[in-house]
């Protein structure tokens, strides 16, 4: 059920654990997906008001509703632009269609942290538009499976993502006229600063910038006399052995048995002192 006013639990995700997991489900880095966060919403999964970002897209509902209220609601029915301000004023446009043609107006407005259109609901997963609404004004989390979900079903989207091919990412995320607004240009410079905001040396064929992801994981297991043998990015018996010993050596029994951002946090922290380097702010 969607929430009154479109003000739900708005929960909010501490920490980077949950997007590390995303991007080791995708198999891509943790900055991939942040810079696509960053560009999308400037990382806001919510408003001050409590209600998720969203963009009310005219053109998509004037083609959801045959443009049957063009003519008598041009702010709201008409040619692709005329978007207005951002942030609460955007549900005041939102309103005034769903008052017209409810499902309609959800289906034609982007949500959440990623901005996935709402006539994307069932490709990422939920039964129906007024679903995955309620759960964009849930949680973050939500907002983040969603994402997670939209990316997977579309092969040539997540290809790009996972190797940084902003034009052909962008080209499938937000459309043909992603050029307009620079998706790809935004999502590069959002990617370096966030693939270099955590230190971590540089090691030769393998990790640069920082690890985050289970191949990275792997070298500095390898280089830090922890042997799993060769990195290939697969979890298998070997790297378990020498996550578990590690895992010992530092103290922290929570990172013996996954990859995760803990476990490239500490293999960071371990590298840096073995190779003399500071460690990270």
């Known amino acids: 059920m969607i929430p009154s006013g479109f003000r739900g639990a708005a929960r909010r995700i501490s920490g980077l654990?949950?997007?590390q997991e995303a991007a080791e489900e995708l198999g891509c880095e943790l900055a991939a997906i942040q810079a696509v966060a960053e560009v999308e919403s400037r990382n806001a999964a919510f408003?001050?008001?409590?209600?998720?970002?969203?963009?009310?897209?005219?053109?998509?509902?004037?083609?959801?509703t045959d443009d049957r209220f063009t003519a008598g609601h041009p702010r709201i029915s008409g040619p692709l632009g005329g978007y207005g301000p951002a942030g609460d004023a955007q549900y005041l446009r939102l309103e005034e269609a769903y008052n017209l043609a409810p499902t309609a107006a959800l289906r034609s407005a982007s949500w959440g942290r990623f901005q996935i259109m709402g006539f994307n609901a069932e490709v990422c997963g939920w039964p129906s538009v007024e679903a995955f609404v309620a759960a964009m004004c849930e949680s973050e989390a939500s907002q983040l499976?969603?994402?997670?979900?939209?990316?997977?079903?579309?092969p040539a989207m997540l290809a790009a993502l996972q190797r940084r091919d902003w034009a052909g990412f962008a080209h499938a995320y937000n459309g043909p006229a992603y050029r307009l607004?620079?998706?790809?240009?935004?999502?590069?410079?959002?990617?370096?600063?966030?693939?270099?905001s955590v230190f971590a040396p540089e090691i030769d064929n393998g990790i640069i910038g920082k690890i985050d992801t289970p191949r990275e994981g792997q070298i500095a297991l390898n280089e830090l006399g922890f042997d799993c043998g060769p990195a290939d990015g697969k979890v298998g018996p070997l790297t378990l052995a020498a996550l578990q010993a590690f895992a010992q050596a530092v103290g922290d029994p929570r990172i013996k048995t996954r990859m995760q951002a803990r476990t490239y946090v500490a293999l960071s922290a371990a590298l840096q002192a073995q190779r003399g380097f500071p460690a990270a702010a």
């Open 17 to 19: 654990g949950p997007y």
């Open 47 to 64: 408003l001050p008001s409590g209600r998720p970002p969203i963009l009310f897209e005219r053109h998509v509902f004037a083609r959801e």
């Open 145 to 154: 499976a969603a994402f997670v979900g939209f990316v997977r079903a579309n």
């Open 181 to 196: 607004n620079r998706y790809d240009e935004k999502m590069a410079d959002a990617w370096a600063r966030f693939a270099g």
